[in-house]
């Protein structure tokens, strides 16, 4: 008997994904630079680098480091800035097989809105707001903080008329709260999360791996942390849409961050050793629903069996 292929579609809200798999912002470039080394047909969507008001040169080297299976990076948000960005990227958009998303930075709510606004200029379908950039005066991340998330995400909701997603951090002492203050100010979803704070040193120079010393810590260890982060806001926020992000290998990670609430899911870290992670992570996914013949994504979003 011939079975019906599993229906890989999901939503995020309004939005329509052809699958859960979503390429990371900041790991798969401008994503028009980056369709060359990737096959983007696995994805949904793919978010492209964070661009921010005017141009930020980023940290000096060492700016990246290995960290046991995971990876430290301190690298600044280096980018041309959005004039540039509108450019130079906007018109190659649409050579791209994916929908891409742009990410907003900015040093406060206005920078943020106009940086949104130049994107939609730009083309892309949706903007992720990047919260967990330390920009606030005392240097600590706009999402650790709800009220100064919620500010940033109104203004950004103010100046575009496309989708909007918040980024969020797992450092945040209460995530479900800084969900619910984007949500309530406009986000049409949340990414959960971004990198964890890290350091490392090298033994044998005692300096510290990255310039910064304190950088992002990303890779498998972040699942765990990450699927927290999505449980409980699925938990308490059970009609507010969820994009899984952390530590995502293969076709199992994926499911498991379905299962926890998520209704998609991003593939970030991976990029760097494989480019065409999700060609082969889309193929794991799809088997394993096939196996237990899963009709549709959807059949398994917030599917978690209490003890």
């Known amino acids: 008997m011939k079975h019906t292929e599993p229906d890989l579609t999901t ?16 790991t798969v470039g401008s994503v028009v630079d980056f369709s060359g080394a990737a096959d983007f047909r696995a994805y949904g969507a793919a978010v492209a680098k964070s661009v921010s008001p005017v141009p930020w040169a980023g940290r000096v080297p060492p700016r990246l480091a290995p960290a046991g299976s995971g990876m430290l990076n301190g690298i600044g948000i280096q980018n041309p800035g959005i004039d540039a960005w509108e450019m130079e990227i906007g018109p190659r958009l649409r050579d791209v097989d994916v929908p891409v998303w742009g990410s907003a930075v900015g040093d406060d709510p206005a920078g943020f809105a106009g940086v949104a606004a130049g994107l939609e200029r730009a083309g892309v379908a949706a903007v992720e707001v990047n919260l ?18 919620a500010a940033v995400v109104g203004a950004v909701r103010g100046a575009t008329a496309l989708p909007v997603g918040a980024k969020l951090s797992p450092n945040a002492v209460d995530i479900v709260a800084i969900a619910d203050a984007v949500a309530t100010a406009g986000a049409d979803w949340v990414v959960l999360t971004n990198t964890v704070w890290g350091a490392g040193f090298d033994v044998d120079t005692r300096r510290p791996r990255l310039s910064s010393v304190v950088g992002g810590y ?22 507010l849409p969820i994009i899984g992000c952390g530590g995502v290998q293969n076709g199992a990670d994926v499911v ?4 926890a609430g998520a209704s998609a899911v991003c593939v970030g870290t991976a990029h760097f050793a494989e480019p065409r992670a ?3 992570i889309m ?3 799809e088997r394993f629903m096939r196996k237990r013949r899963i009709a549709a994504t959807h059949d398994l979003v917030g599917t978690v069996e209490p003890w």
């Open 132 to 149: 967990s950039c330390p920009n606030l005066a005392d240097g600590h991340l706009f999402a650790l903080d709800a009220s100064a998330s």
């Open 256 to 259: 498991e961050y379905l299962i």
């Open 283 to 285: 193929g794991e996914l």
């Open 218 to 239: 990303s890779g498998p260890p972040l699942k765990p942390i990450a699927l927290r982060c999505v449980w409980e806001v699925a938990q308490a926020l059970p009609g």
């Open 278 to 280: 999700g060609r082969r």
């Open 11 to 26: 939503t995020l809200g309004s939005v329509t994904l052809r699958t859960p798999l979503i390429a990371a912002s900041g």
